[in-house]
């Protein structure tokens, strides 16, 4: 058997050519690699740098460097100088020991440092790569900001675990790993240096050795000491209690165990220190028994008993001042300290008066919704097929002199389905989308269409709207992939009704301008297209577009905030903007609840994450033609939007910059108030006794069961009465508040009492949000009285369905290829009364474009339908306010005549048998026919003695 010097005589390692060849065969497979990376990285600086915001490139950037170098450096040092240190003083090798030691043994003779530095660097490498993504958190650190409040058990300020904590755990967390590493690595080394033996007789590890793995167990022990002096305050955020918190078990037996544990772990650290000269097992062994014994009865089985004998009993008397400090919390986390409460009757009265002194609110009902009359806006407004609406939006504009509420639609290229698919046609040539749709939202036309006040291509504004001077649209909703503007290939506006296409070239600084052979080939390699490189169109003034979608852009540009599900547009300055909510969220507010997310639309970032803290701090602009993005701090107040201005100064905007056309249009955001709704229902109640029996407990009301009647259901849709298990989303509706003078553009949510079956359906009361140039955050609840009986929205669908004349209406109307649709319900305060508004909509089944051929309205008992709600109104209250939709219609019919009610409904059965007739007369039923006829004047007569009498009386 050779020795070990003669293993290292005749052992011939590579030569230094031979490792030089390796590294650059090395270098160019990673190089190779990386390629694709490095073409990201430089045409996102690129892409920063164009619209002005490569200060947060260069912040974040240098975050993430600078983490990622201080971690490794610490790291790196750590590591050597252990494996040094573990690799001095060896013990003689020995004929037991086997060939891995000698082999080793041989290698570091030759190479000493290179082991060393190779495990230091893959070490390092997998370590440290966990600090770069806490860039956010160490931004926060930097940038303090104390909020007004501080916590109710340690009185430190809210700020500090706001800011700080995040990062501190994650610096404690990453401490220990790193050392539990380094002292892992050090006993893998000492094991195949021959310092630790695990077979054979003799000493199994070497004094040296022993001194080594105690000086490192105590520095994870001492680590875990800071710890849990940390873990105390993450306490503040336990789910525990009955609320989140610190609760009884955790302020009486949770906190006392924490500092039992420090202090435990401060003595293990000792006993480590010590057993560097003890040089033994005991005193390490004895020191975790400890510490694993005391963390199991008193961290966890003595709180668990607490909870179960102590607070399980009188749980409401033991949680009470935990419940107040979580309710106190949770209302300033969730912006709900400042709703004003109001008393609402929601009742009934069907006095003329009423209708006659709520003119303005009944002017501005809005029957046209954002959902159903997209279809509509496609099949009317697309105008050519490679044109669509990806969305609506409700907003208002002045028509005619008058605040009016209006449906908003951008016409967006639909690159799917172009005349031609081609890379030309797909990147140079059809670029962009062409202009906007405007119709008014309280109003429908004779055929039962949208009245458009700007239509068209190219764009034609009427009735003293907004005229689009600069109708391109490169920037919307879901934008994906890239185009090339300002080629040689002229890009398409629209094609004129001869055939000839309307063209243009892009002029404005949108997206980067491929100035060089090397920004071409960067881009050619980022989306892995030869095209961009070499196609003979491209010049050096052509610019590439990418990250065209409202949302994808804001979040490119500041990935620090959240973002809402739906951008809508704002017609100002002659051009289309885009109005993006952004939210600053936390989930280390002291004692406050999580938020519930469950009725938030899953495209929102808000969805389905946790926080407990949330504000619309930051009202995002983006223009539609060149991209540019304005970031407006909408809620100064806020101690986030604070530390990220202090991060990235001269970034954002006060409001009072932002253009005053489009500060007109802020509404209140819909997705804040789907969180801020499903809290509200609980945290109302401010009494912690009340808040723990949660008697007087709200939620929103379950969405009805609106939507598309089955064919051939009798008597309507019976069986879309019931409700559906999902919570309603808040409606965007004309509402005049009591008290107020005119409509404001309002989001709204109704809430019902709370039941875990959700089977109690009546109304309790409405949650409000109103946004203005001078406060863009207003909530108002309407509360309607206890103990008194009042329709939510279920209860009122159901009514609707199930009247007579709704039933037989649907019935006609769900024949011959249509299809019947309800639309959303809208509640309208008239005073201290509420009044309920449905439309109905009629599409073909070969063809759909939804139609509003019918109104429904309920007021308390009374169940009206007609083609107008001029028509309802005068069923409901024997008049018409002048301006109510359809007005013009009913005063031409009925000059100078006040119709009664009874007149009314007489009127309505006439219309019904009407259309049964015309429907006998087309399958050739003569002999119904007739009978319907005969009907119909009867009912005339009727109505010619009640016209007759009401004239006299007058």
């Not at 800011?163 to 755990?169: K, T, V």
């Not at 951008?410 to 046609?425: F, G, H, K, T, Y």
């Not at 107040?637 to 005053?660: C, G, R, T, V, W």
């Amino acid at each position: 058997m050779r020795v070990p010097q003669d293993l290292t005589r005749n052992r011939r390692g590579p030569s230094k050519a031979q490792l030089i060849l390796i590294g650059v065969v090395v270098l160019l497979i990673i190089l190779l690699f990386s390629l694709k990376g490095v073409a990201v990285f430089y045409t996102d600086f690129l892409w920063f740098s164009n619209y002005h915001l490569d200060a947060i490139w260069k912040g974040v950037l240098l975050a993430k460097v600078e983490l990622w170098v201080v971690f490794a450096v610490i790291f790196a040092i750590a590591c050597y100088v252990s494996l040094t240190i573990v690799n001095h003083q060896l013990p003689a090798i020995t004929q037991q020991d086997d060939d891995l030691i000698q082999r080793y043994r041989a290698t570091n003779e030759r190479h000493p440092r290179i082991s060393k530095i190779a495990i230091t660097v893959v070490a390092t490498l997998v370590v440290a790569s966990q600090a770069p993504s806490e860039w956010k958190n160490w931004l926060l650190f930097k940038n303090y900001v104390a909020f007004p409040s501080k916590d109710p058990q340690f009185h430190m300020n809210a700020g500090f675990f706001v800011f700080r904590l995040p990062f501190i755990q994650f610096l404690i967390s990453w401490s220990f790993l790193a050392v539990a590493v380094v002292f892992i690595l050090t006993i893998a080394v000492a094991y195949v240096n021959g310092s630790l033996r695990l077979q054979g007789r003799g000493t199994r590890a070497t004094s040296h050795l022993k001194a080594h793995m105690s000086v490192l167990l105590a520095v994870m022990a001492l680590i875990k000491a800071v710890g849990y002096y940390f873990q105390r305050y993450q306490l503040d955020m336990s789910t525990r209690g009955y609320v989140e918190g610190a609760s009884y078990t955790d302020v009486h037996a949770q906190l006392p165990a924490i500092n039992l544990l420090i202090f435990i772990s401060i003595v293990a650290c000792g006993l480590f220190v010590f057993n560097i000269y003890r040089q033994g097992w005991v005193l390490p062994v004895l020191a975790l028994g400890l510490w694993a014994f005391i963390s199991i009865v008193l961290g966890a089985i003595y709180p668990a008993l607490i909870e179960k004998f102590v607070v399980a009993p009188a749980q409401e008397q033991k949680e009470a001042p935990y419940i107040a400090r979580n309710i106190t919390a949770t209302r300033y986390a969730m912006g709900l300290n400042s709703v004003a409460a109001e008393p609402y009757n929601a009742g009934a009265n069907t006095s003329s008066s009423v209708a006659l002194t709520n003119t303005n609110a009944l002017q501005s009902i809005a029957l046209w919704g954002s959902t159903q009359p997209l279809q509509t806006f496609d099949k009317l407004q697309d105008i050519r097929s490679y044109y669509q609406f990806n969305s609506l939006s409700i907003e208002t504009y002045k028509v005619h002199g008058v605040t009016t509420p209006v449906i908003v639609g951008v016409r967006q290229i639909n690159s799917s389905n172009l005349p031609a698919q081609s890379w030309v046609n797909e990147h140079l040539q059809f670029t962009h989308g062409y202009g906007a749709a405007l119709a008014e939202a309280n109003t429908v036309s004779n055929s039962g269409n949208p009245v458009f006040d700007i239509g068209n291509l190219p764009p034609v504004s009427k009735g003293g709207v907004p005229t689009l001077k600069q109708p391109q649209v490169y920037y919307g909703e879901d934008m994906s992939g890239y185009v090339i503007a300002n080629t040689k290939q002229p890009e398409i506006d629209y094609q004129l009704r001869s055939g000839a296409s309307v063209e243009t070239h892009y002029h404005s600084t949108g997206g980067v301008q491929l100035s060089s052979i090397i920004k071409r080939a960067a881009f050619a390699l980022r989306f892995g297209d030869i095209n961009i490189l070499d196609s003979s169109l491209l010049t050096s003034k052509s610019r590439i577009m990418f990250e065209r979608g409202i949302v994808q852009r804001a979040q490119m540009a500041m990935p620090f905030l959240k973002y809402g599900s739906h951008p809508y547009p704002v017609i100002a300055n002659g051009r289309v903007y885009w109005v993006l909510n952004g939210y600053t969220t936390s989930a280390n507010y002291p004692y406050a609840q999580s938020a519930n997310t469950s009725a938030v639309p899953s495209g929102s970032q808000l969805a389905n994450a946790n926080y407990n803290y949330i504000r619309n701090s930051v009202k995002v602009v983006v223009d539609a033609y060149t991209g540019a993005m304005h970031f407006y701090v909408s809620d100064p107040s806020d101690p986030m939007i604070q530390s990220y201005e202090k991060a990235f100064p001269h970034i954002f905007q006060p409001l009072s910059a932002m253009n005053s056309q489009i500060k007109a249009h802020l509404r209140y955001p819909s997705d804040l108030l789907s969180v801020q709704a499903q809290m509200y229902g609980l945290y109302h109640v401010t009494s912690p006794s009340n808040f723990y029996s949660a008697g007087n407990a709200w939620e929103v009301s379950a969405s009805p069961a609106i939507g598309q009647i089955p064919s051939g259901t009798s008597g309507g849709f019976a069986s879309l009465s019931s409700s559906s298990n999902s919570p309603m989303l808040p409606v965007y509706e004309m509402m005049q508040l009591p008290g107020t003078t005119s409509p404001n553009l309002s989001l709204v949510e109704a809430y019902v009492p709370y039941s875990p079956s959700g089977s109690t359906q009546n109304l309790t009361g409405f949650l409000v949000g109103q946004s203005s140039p001078s406060n863009p955050y207003q909530l108002t609840t309407l509360i309607t009285p206890n103990g008194q009986q009042i329709d939510g929205p279920n209860q009122i669908t159901s009514r609707m369905t199930s009247q007579t004349a709704v039933s037989q209406e649907l019935t006609l109307l769900d024949q011959h290829g249509s299809n019947v649709d309800f639309g959303s319900t809208s509640a309208i305060p008239l005073g201290q009364n509420l009044l309920w508004v449905t439309p109905l909509y009629v599409s073909s089944t070969s063809n759909p474009i939804p139609e509003i051929k019918e109104i429904v309205a309920a007021y308390g008992t009374n169940i009206a339908i007609s083609p107008t709600i001029a028509g309802d109104l005068q069923q409901i209250f024997g008049v018409v306010p002048n301006g109510a939709e359809g007005s013009q219609k009913i005063a031409s019919s009925v000059p100078n005549t006040v119709v009664s009610s009874q007149a009314s409904s007489i009127i309505s059965k006439a219309q019904s048998l009407y259309k049964k007739a015309q429907i006998a007369l087309k399958s050739g039923n003569l002999s119904l026919y007739q009978q319907d006829i005969n009907q119909i004047g009867s009912l005339l007569n009727q109505i010619s003695t009640k016209v007759t009498s009401s004239s006299v009386k007058k």
